[in-house]
C-alpha cells in the first residue's frame, strides 16, 4: 500500500477508524472523504479483508433510501440481471466509462459557468449572438457583406446583384 492512500480500519463494533487522524469517523465522514477526491481503502482490522466496496456500497444505500434516489428499481433489476452473465466485465466497463464523461461534463459545465459569471454577460452574450449569426449565415450560404467588403447589395461573388444601382436613395435611374 502506498503512503498517499488513506488507511480506514473497521472494527468488529462495527466502527470505522481513520489512521491519518487518530479518531473514529462515521459513514458521513467517508462519504466527505469520497466527494474531496481523497483516495482511502477500508480494511477489515481482523483479517486485513478490503472492505472498501462494502462501505461505499453501505454509503450508497443510505444515499438511495433518504431523499432523491438515483437508482430507479427498474435499473437496479437490470443491474442484477446483468451479474454472470457473459456481458458483465463489458456492463462495468461502460458504466465506468459513462461516469467518467458524465464527470468530464459536469466540470466543465462548472468552468464555463465560472467564465461566464467572472466576464461581463453583456460581452459574452454578444459574442454567443455573433457565433449564432454567423452559424446561420453559414448555413443559409448569405456572405457576411460587411467582412466581404462590397457594401450591402453585394452578392456571395462580390459583383453587385442586377437589382442594385449605385445611385442614391430616392434618386431614379435614367
Request: charged content about 30%.
Amino acid at each position: 500500500m502506498t503512503d498517499d492512500v488513506r488507511l480506514i480500519k473497521k472494527y468488529p463494533n462495527r466502527r470505522l477508524y481513520d489512521t491519518a487522524i487518530s479518531s473514529y469517523i462515521t459513514l458521513a465522514d467517508v462519504k466527505r472523504l469520497v466527494t474531496d477526491g481523497v483516495d482511502f481503502r477500508v480494511i477489515d482490522a481482523k483479517s486485513r479483508d478490503d472492505l472498501t466496496r462494502t462501505i461505499l456500497l453501505q454509503i450508497i444505500s443510505e444515499e438511495e433510501e433518504g431523499g432523491e434516489p438515483i437508482f430507479s428499481t427498474e435499473l437496479l433489476a437490470q443491474i442484477i440481471r446483468s451479474y454472470g452473465g457473459n456481458m458483465q466485465n463489458l456492463l462495468t466497463s461502460y458504466l465506468e466509462k459513462s461516469m467518467d464523461m458524465w464527470s468530464d461534463q459536469q466540470r466543465m459545465f462548472r468552468e464555463h459557468t465560472r467564465e461566464f459569471m467572472e466576464s461581463n454577460p453583456m460581452s459574452v452574450l454578444s459574442q454567443i449572438a455573433e457565433r449564432n449569426l454567423k452559424m446561420w449565415q453559414a448555413m443559409s450560404g448569405v456572405s457576411q457583406s460587411k467582412e466581404d467588403g462590397d457594401g450591402p447589395s453585394a452578392t456571395s461573388s462580390g459583383k453587385q446583384s442586377p437589382t442594385s444601382s449605385p445611385t442614391r436613395p430616392g434618386s431614379r435611374k435614367r
